[in-house]
């Protein structure tokens, strides 16, 4: 062996292969040794091209194992119980980034950032005293928050689900259903009449499949028509392209998010970005 030869080192294990127990532990760690962080995308005016929010979104950057996907570890910190420890450290560090964020875009008042929850965070008996406790402490207003969830929690927690988002709503949050636009219409449309919705995000699946295929398109144009008669806002997921958002803003949807604005940054470079440009509006013309 030479003196620039080394040992290699034995290969990791990947982290879909690793039990959830072990995976939750370091997942427990990583929030204890800050090696969590949060990744921020813009939620987009199709008019204006001015900011209109952010979606927090979640990221683990392990010391050994590298980057892991929120794909796999959300859905073990769900399983076992952690999501509620990070989803309150969530909350709490994207209202911090949000008054830093805030003088980025004019100092916007009505800027807000939203921040997904799971079906154990609602379950949780300290929720709502959280949610108040961390906005009171906070310089931000209850409508600066925007609680984002699943239609998949308000079918498997009609009842709570109602009670925690009734409250909520009576507080000035805002309230958004993600993956809207998937599944059976009859089910997520009467979501709009059930529940104390603000918003409905068009899963990025129907985005995709807008310009090819002729039901996506009728799909959306049905969802902001209902949206609209309720008073109800719509963001579209998933924008990859500018025949996409144009035709989102031509069909009447507001709002639009997605790696043709900008893909989820940390945010020192969503500052920079910001600094950059006034507005997306050069993308919409």
Same mark, same amino acid.
């Given at each position: 062996?030479?003196?620039?030869?080394?040992?290699?080192?034995?290969?990791?294990?990947?982290?879909?292969?690793?039990?959830?127990?072990?995976?939750?532990?370091?997942?427990?760690?990583?929030?204890?040794?800050?090696?969590?962080?949060?990744?921020?995308?813009?939620?987009?005016?199709?008019?204006?091209?001015?900011?209109?929010?952010?979606?927090?979104?979640?990221?683990?950057?392990?010391?050994?194992?590298?980057?892991?996907?929120?794909?796999?570890?959300?859905?073990?910190? =769900?399983?076992?119980?952690?999501?509620? =420890?990070?989803?309150?450290?969530?909350?709490?560090?994207?209202?911090?980034?949000?008054?830093?964020?805030?003088?980025?875009?004019?100092?916007?008042?009505?800027?807000?950032?939203?921040?997904?929850?799971?079906?154990?965070?609602?379950?949780?008996?300290?929720?709502?005293?959280?949610?108040?406790?961390?906005?009171?402490?906070?310089?931000?207003?209850?409508?600066?928050?925007?609680?984002?969830?699943?239609?998949?929690?308000?079918?498997?927690?009609?009842?709570?689900?109602?009670?925690?988002?009734?409250?909520?709503?009576?507080?000035?949050?805002?309230?958004?259903?993600?993956?809207?636009?998937?599944?059976?219409?009859?089910?997520?449309?009467?979501?709009?009449?059930?529940?104390?919705?603000?918003?409905?995000?068009?899963?990025?699946?129907?985005?995709?499949?807008?310009?090819?295929?002729?039901?996506?398109?009728?799909?959306?144009?049905?969802?902001?028509? =209902?949206?609209?008669?309720?008073?109800?806002?719509?963001?579209?997921?998933?924008?990859?392209?500018?025949?996409?958002?144009?035709?989102?803003?031509?069909?009447?949807?507001?709002?639009?998010?997605?790696?043709?604005?900008?893909?989820?940054?940390?945010?020192?470079?969503?500052?920079?970005?910001?600094?950059?440009?006034?507005?997306?509006?050069?993308?919409?013309?």
């Amino acid at each position: 062996m030479t003196s620039k030869e080394t040992t290699p080192s034995p290969p990791t294990t990947p982290p879909e292969e690793i039990p959830d127990r072990e995976l939750a532990f370091e997942f427990q760690q990583a929030m204890l040794d800050h090696n969590l962080s949060l990744y921020f995308q813009p939620i987009i005016h199709l008019k204006t091209g001015l900011v209109a929010g952010f979606e927090t979104l979640m990221r683990w950057n392990h010391p050994e194992r590298g980057f892991i996907s929120p794909g796999i570890f959300i859905p073990v910190a =769900e399983r076992t119980g952690m999501i509620v =420890e990070a989803s309150k450290w969530a909350l709490k560090e994207a209202i911090r980034a949000l008054k830093r964020l805030e003088s980025h875009v004019g100092h916007n008042e009505f800027i807000y950032m939203s921040v997904n929850f799971s079906p154990s965070d609602l379950a949780d008996e300290s929720f709502l005293d959280e949610m108040y406790n961390v906005i009171s402490a906070s310089d931000v207003r209850p409508t600066q928050v925007q609680l984002e969830i699943t239609g998949e929690l308000l079918k498997d927690q009609r009842e709570n689900a109602k009670t925690i988002l009734d409250l909520c709503r009576k507080t000035g949050l805002k309230i958004a259903i993600d993956d809207y636009g998937l599944g059976d219409p009859d089910v997520f449309f009467k979501y709009m009449d059930d529940f104390p919705i603000s918003t409905v995000k068009i899963d990025h699946l129907v985005t995709k499949d807008l310009l090819s295929v002729k039901e996506a398109e009728i799909l959306v144009n049905k969802i902001i028509s =209902e949206a609209k008669a309720r008073n109800i806002e719509v963001i579209a997921e998933g924008v990859e392209t500018k025949e996409e958002a144009l035709k989102l803003r031509e069909l009447g949807c507001r709002y639009g998010q997605g790696y043709y604005f900008t893909k989820a940054l940390p945010e020192r470079e969503l500052t920079t970005l910001l600094l950059q440009i006034s507005a997306f509006n050069e993308l919409l013309k």
